[in-house]
């Protein structure tokens, strides 16, 4: 009989980011807040949540001097950047007072890797849980809509077997126009 293999790992191995981060309004104000020391400490943080359980993480002095020592910042930078992750919704508010680093999105994501991997019997710890979590959560930052890409004036090339160009003869690259000038 052939037995099929269970994953049972508890955290995860990479996570997903969605290419648009860095339109939203709550990660562009962090920047401007905290500069890139302030997007450091987000990612390194929700890369810890995602590494060690998956769905949350314990957030005390530890876990702040730890951060800190990796980054090269001050405990204090570490501390402001987390508060204003709560205060703004990118961490859930209520767990943090609590000392728990996690969000609705961070949850979701977390259970739907773990479906992918095919993982049984993934359950979130009751002191990770969000309290009244809905069945559908408000958008987060790293869950953006896809939205439909602008295409009122775009060429249509579709049952054609021309090639077309990126670039306008007039408009062309500069460094395939310098390429070319040269040989």
Known sequence: ?????????????????????????????????????GIAILFYLLAEVYRDKGCGLEWDENTALDVADYLGVKETLVDEVVKYCGAVGLFDATLLSGGIITSAAIQRRYLEMCARAKRAN????????????PEKTA?????????????????N?????????????KHQHP????????A
Do not use: W
């Open 1 to 37: 009989t052939k037995r099929e293999m269970v994953n049972t790992k508890i955290g995860l191995s990479y996570f997903a980011v969605d290419t648009d981060i860095f339109q939203d309004r709550k990660i562009k104000q962090l920047k401007r807040n905290f500069g890139c020391p």
């Open 122 to 133: 993934v359950i979130i710890p009751e002191k990770y849980k969000l309290p009244n979590l």
């Open 139 to 155: 958008i987060l930052p790293e869950e953006m809509p896809i939205l439909p890409e602008k295409t009122e004036n775009a060429p």
């Open 157 to 169: 090339y579709s049952g054609s077997n021309q090639a077309y160009h990126f670039f306008p003869k």
């Open 175 to 182: 460094m395939r126009r310098r390429r070319f000038a040269r």
